[in-house]
């Protein structure tokens, strides 16, 4: 741990002076690096927890009340999937507090937008109209992918990676798209066809059960040999996918983001803790960080699972009122295809950060 905060120091050090000129917003978003007194003992949890694991983890933990921050892989890329939509959520309620919209304005449903996924805005029929809080709610409460692209749409994409780039050191977090186009860009990698698919293509491939299902159903829709494709297998479209950074970043780097939101640099207060109300009511992340953190650990955050990934991320609080403890978590992990050995692992995180003491017990 030593050698490895050692030079995240002597990084910060160097870069903060250029980066703090060249993105003002960042800047103000820097905090102190201080070393962990938990950061040895969080260590070797992570270490023992990674050795029965066939794959990856990366963590980012840091104390919003000392500046104490801890990284294991977390200055790698990883994609980010659905954790993108915090930056989402920004964005729109940036926009509500300067006056440019309201909640309550309504949005039209078309067919273009769906997406497969979770949440409930799928099954609504096209045309039909509904509020910014509506989709704000279902896109972090429930990761509706439908919702999330309706305010992509709403928003501009340009606006809000502009809002990535003001709150995250440059270069450190790729370009976000919609997340109809994550499914275009993975599946173009057995074809380029792919990105002539609708949402509601992919909606039917996703109910095909199994990696050679879909890979059948692929064929099938695009009238392909399997000898046309560029690469054999549903794996390996989504590992060259990955490998081009598009909705990823580092996770020291998303902490950023979440660390403004939480200190109010990101928005005002009165929109601050709406956002962190709606993001503590999320349902689709019970079995990760939080079930290893304890019910007495209040968790706003927001997950991302996608083909051999699964994260959560956000800000934990023990305590009330003045007492109260902060603790920003982001974990993510990749490898493995089990979506339940997966959650396993966030929530055995969650219990390593906790034992540690980064609560301070």
């Not at 439908?146 to 809002?163: F, K, Q, V, W």
């Not at 993975?186 to 109910?207: Q, T, V, W």
């Not at 009238?223 to 590992?239: N, Y």
Request: glycine share 10%; net charge negative.
């Amino acid at each position: 741990m030593g050698r490895r905060l050692a030079r995240a120091l002597m990084l910060a050090a160097m870069a903060v002076p250029s980066l703090a000129a060249a993105q003002p917003g960042w800047a103000e978003n820097v905090e102190a690096w201080v070393d962990p007194p938990w950061g040895e003992r969080l260590e070797a949890r992570l270490a023992l927890l990674e050795a029965g694991f066939d794959g990856e983890l990366g963590v980012h933990v840091r104390d919003l009340q000392t500046g104490a921050r801890y990284g294991w892989r977390d200055e790698e890329f990883w994609y980010l999937a659905s954790l993108v939509k915090v930056l989402v959520a920004i964005e729109l309620m940036d926009r509500v507090e300067v006056g440019d919209t309201a909640l309550e304005e309504r949005l039209t449903l078309a067919r273009s937008d769906y997406v497969d996924g979770a949440g409930s805005t799928n099954w609504a029929t096209p045309g039909s109209t509904l509020t910014l809080r509506q989709l704000l709610e279902s896109m972090l409460v429930f990761s509706d992918n439908t919702a999330s692209d309706m305010l992509m749409r709403h928003l501009g994409l340009e606006r809000i990676n502009e809002r990535a780039r003001s709150l995250t050191p440059a270069g450190e977090m790729g370009p976000i798209t919609t997340l109809v186009d994550v499914r275009r860009h993975a599946y173009s990698n057995l074809h380029p066809e792919a990105f002539g698919l609708s949402g509601m293509d992919f909606i039917e491939l996703r109910k095909r059960s199994g990696a050679s299902e879909r890979l059948a159903w692929f064929l099938r829709r695009l009238d392909l040999i399997p000898q046309e494709l560029l690469t054999p297998s549903i794996d390996e479209a989504f590992r060259r996918y990955y490998a081009t950074e598009l909705n990823s970043g580092r996770l020291d780097a998303f902490a950023d983001v979440l660390a403004a939101l939480a200190l109010g640099r990101a928005l005002g207060p009165g929109v601050t803790a709406e956002l962190l109300a709606v993001m503590s009511r999320t349902t689709s992340g019970e079995r990760r960080l939080g079930a290893g953190l304890g019910r007495d650990i209040r968790l706003a955050h927001k997950t991302g699972t996608q083909h051999r990934l699964a994260c959560d991320a956000g800000i934990a609080t023990q305590g009330q009122g003045d007492n109260a403890r902060r603790v920003v978590i982001v974990a993510c992990v990749r490898g493995e295809l089990d979506l339940v050995r997966n959650e396993q692992m966030l929530a055995a995180v969650g219990r390593a950060v906790r034992e540690a003491g980064a609560f301070g017990n």
